[in-house]
């Protein structure tokens, strides 16, 4: 099948007809985004700014994911796979690490012929907007392309134009700040190399970074529980190593153990912790409210209040597993029409308030939750849940199903949105797309 010679379906003006969609991100939303385009005969282009597919997956690889095989692959993506001859994993009820996600099933979908060709390679998005047209233009905007320009090989700034705009980009690369305000705190960028990004390979390529040292991990989800069980590990193979786990708030709920998790691996992941805690191997801070970061000798010194007093805390190195949140720069000239508190859809953020939902209680939805003004636009993915935490890969799959319909014009497809999702108490992921609690 050669998608370069196919004309999309879906009814657009003649030149718009002419055009592929852009999906940004080749990670596993992006790439289910493109699977479900191939099966439908529409054009479409890729722009990964990694070196290779599901290349924010392959930084936390060894992490283990929460969901099992049977949770993590996208219909569409089988369908192809297995028509190429692809053997799906033997036991599809394991949760695999990162790494096997990608080596087993995300690697191998980049690579079909269906897809392959029509990913860019080392593309990162600067922008989005339509062409010839800021975002205050109005007359004739729904018939004119998108423009996506890009910063691409050997450092040129490239643009193409596109009929459709599906951002899978994620959140992975930016991280919410240490700062109980939302912003950096005071002092931040002097110690920046003593800060390290969520879900280090803390027994494996990094584990010289942490031996011996005394790690503080600030962050209350899963991906915080995740580093801490692996430090503790450090503690008894590395004389000197020490632990302290930090919280802005009175618990870590999200970290509790759930008798009603179908998620195994993630119920279990907050008993570890709660018992790592209790036996004094991993000491835990509560209610701190980071205001300011400082160099103290080699290490960093982080000041702020704790229950109404004026506290400081000094650690060798400190890890931010503080959750992350979408990068809406490179989209200031489209036209969004998002929540003003979790940053995700409209419509889409009542949905997944993580005051009121886990990932199992998230109303399956498509693209009419997803829509914003700048029609053909479309977050999907953990980028589409702003700021939220409860996203499940399964959700984003279903996202592209159906805004893939919707722009062929099936609207009867679009609309039959169905997702069966496990039960689950609580949820978070403090990553973006396949996270460990996807």
Known sequence: MTLLDLTPRAATGSRLATLPVVIIGAGPIGLAAAANLAERGIRFVVLEAGGEAASAVRLWGHTRLFSPWRHLIDPASRRLLEDA??????????APTGRELV???LAPLAELDDIRPHIRYGARVLAVAREGMDRTRTAGRDATPFLVRMLAGEGQVEELTGRAVIDASGTYRTPNPLGSSGLDPVGATDVEDLVVHALPDVLGADRARFAG???TVVGAGHSAAN??????????????????????????????????????????????VDRLVADGVVDKIDSFEISTLRGNGDGVRLAGTRRGQTVTHDADIVVSATGFRPDLGMLREVRLQLDDIVEAPVRLAPLIDPNL??????????????????????L?????????????????YEQVRSVVAWLDGDMRAATEVQLTLPATGVCSTGLGEGSCCS
């Open 85 to 94: 001859g692809w053997t799906a994993p033997i036991d599809e009820g394991r």
């Open 103 to 105: 080596d087993e099933y």
């Open 213 to 215: 040292r005394h790690t």
């Open 227 to 272: 580093t801490l069980i692996a430090l503790a590990e450090l503690v008894e193979t590395e004389p000197g190593t020490r632990v302290t786990w930090l919280i802005r708030n009175a618990s870590a709920v999200r970290v509790s153990s759930s008798a009603d998790d179908e998620l195994a691996d993630r119920a279990r992941l907050g008993s570890r």
């Open 357 to 378: 939902h886990s990932c199992g209680t998230v109303t399956p939805h498509g693209f009419d939750e997803l829509r914003h003004p700048e029609s053909g636009f479309f």
């Open 380 to 396: 999907v993915g953990m980028k589409s849940y702003g700021r939220a935490p409860t996203f499940l890969l399964a959700t984003g």
